[in-house]
């Protein structure tokens, strides 16, 4: 099982970035996936989450407008479109599985596996 993360890097307050996350050895239309991120010395944050089918979305209240999550189950891969980017969004980025929805996301290890993490730093 493999979640590999792409698409992070350095840009300046108000760019954007497209994060990837290629997904391989399980059945990823099965799985509803989610972006949380981490900044140095702060909680894990939910940022967006996404249904199996791609039907539903959803996005933390600091990313809502901004961001857009979305997914190809054709080409096992996970997208986070991030516009209007603000130095506060400066974090490690990961995508992960669930089978299912859950509601508390204070650790990866609520999540079935996780991606290895996308680093975006935003300068002012």
């Known amino acids: 099982v493999q979640l590999q993360a792409s698409g992070g890097g350095l840009v300046q307050s108000g760019g954007s970035l497209r994060l990837s996350c290629v997904a391989s050895?399980?059945?990823?239309?099965?799985?509803?996936m989610y972006w949380v991120r981490q900044a140095p010395g702060k909680e894990i944050e939910w940022v967006s989450a996404i249904n199996s089918a791609g039907m539903s979305t959803y996005y933390a209240d600091s990313v809502d407008g901004r961001f857009t999550i979305s997914r190809d189950n054709a080409k096992n891969t996970l997208y986070l479109q991030m516009n209007s980017l603000k130095p506060e969004d400066t974090a490690m980025y990961y995508c992960?599985?669930?089978?299912?929805?859950?509601?508390?996301?204070?650790?990866?290890?609520?999540?079935?596996?996780w991606g290895q993490g996308a680093q975006v730093t935003v300068s002012s």
């Open positions: 992960a599985r669930t089978p299912a929805p859950i509601r508390v996301v204070d650790s990866l290890t609520r999540f079935t596996s």
């Open positions: 050895g399980f059945t990823f239309s099965s799985y509803w």
